[in-house]
Structure formats: structure tokens, C-alpha cells
């Protein structure tokens, strides 16, 4: 079985994909291991899942693309156009994301979204208004 890592933003479907579909995939959430000290669990936690399902989906933190990207895993990173702010505000809402995750992400949005565009160990998908995870998926 070949596995694809796509490091997906926050809103994309992720979680959607391993919770709400029969797609053999898992998520793995660096932040839970990056506040623990445990990056080395998180790399391990990754790998282990390689061959076993289709799919691994991780966020977009730095930090956790360079550990994995030293390790040679290779990185599809998945975010929105920078002009679709507001459709992801509306994401968050719908989702019932917490006041304090909306404002971080709408407070730190370009950015982030910059910050992203200049990882150049990475394949990149910009994801167009309406599309989600599910729509680019690819093995």
C-alpha cells in the first residue's frame, strides 16, 4: 500500500476524511506531541501508519514539516488562496471552533498562509473556493 502525507490547513477536511468517510486514512496532530516535548514519538507516530493506510494527514505546523522532512517523508501540503479568508472563517463557524481558534487563524492568516507557500522541500496544492481534502486526494 503506498502512502501519501498531505499536511492540510486547518478547515480543509481532515478530520472529516477519518471520522465521516470509509477512506483508510489517519490523522496524526503535531501540536499534542510539540507541547509534551515528544517530537520524536511524533516521527515515529507517523511512520508507523506508512503502509498501513492510504492516507496521513498532519498539519501545517513548520516545525513538524522539517522534523518529518529530515526524516525523508515526503510532504504534499494542502491550503487555501490567500483571498479565501472569509470562506474559512465560515468553515470554523459551522464547525463550532472555539472563539479563541477563529481569531488566532483570522489574526494570523496571511501570514501563515505566506509562511507556507515558501516551504520549497514540499509538493503544493492551493485549494479554490468550495473545495476541501476529499476533492484533491490522490495515490
Known amino acids: 500500500m503506498k502512502t501519501t502525507v498531505y499536511a492540510a490547513f486547518c478547515g480543509c477536511g481532515k478530520t472529516f476524511i477519518c471520522q465521516k468517510t470509509d477512506i483508510k486514512a489517519v490523522e496524526v496532530e503535531y501540536w499534542e506531541y ?3 516535548g515528544l517530537q520524536k514519538e511524533y516521527i515515529e507516530d507517523v511512520k508507523k501508519h506508512i503502509g498501513k493506510v ?5 498539519a501545517t505546523d513548520p516545525e513538524g514539516l522539517r522534523l518529518l522532512n529530515k526524516e525523508g517523508i515526503n510532504i ?10 472569509n470562506e ?50 490522490v495515490n
Not at 504534499?76 to 479568508?85: E, Q
Not at 492551493?126 to 476541501?132: E, I, R
Open 34 to 36: 510539540k507541547e509534551s
Open 54 to 58: 492510504d492516507y496521513i494527514f498532519i
Open 76 to 85: 504534499t501540503l494542502v491550503y487555501p488562496r490567500n483571498d479565501l479568508r
Open 88 to 137: 474559512y472563517l465560515d468553515r470554523y463557524i459551522e464547525r463550532d471552533s472555539t472563539y479563541d481558534f477563529i481569531g488566532t487563524f483570522m489574526k494570523h492568516w496571511y501570514l501563515w498562509i505566506d509562511e507556507l507557500k515558501e516551504q520549497d522541500y514540499c509538493n503544493h496544492i492551493v485549494l479554490d473556493s468550495g473545495q476541501y481534502l476529499k476533492d484533491i486526494l
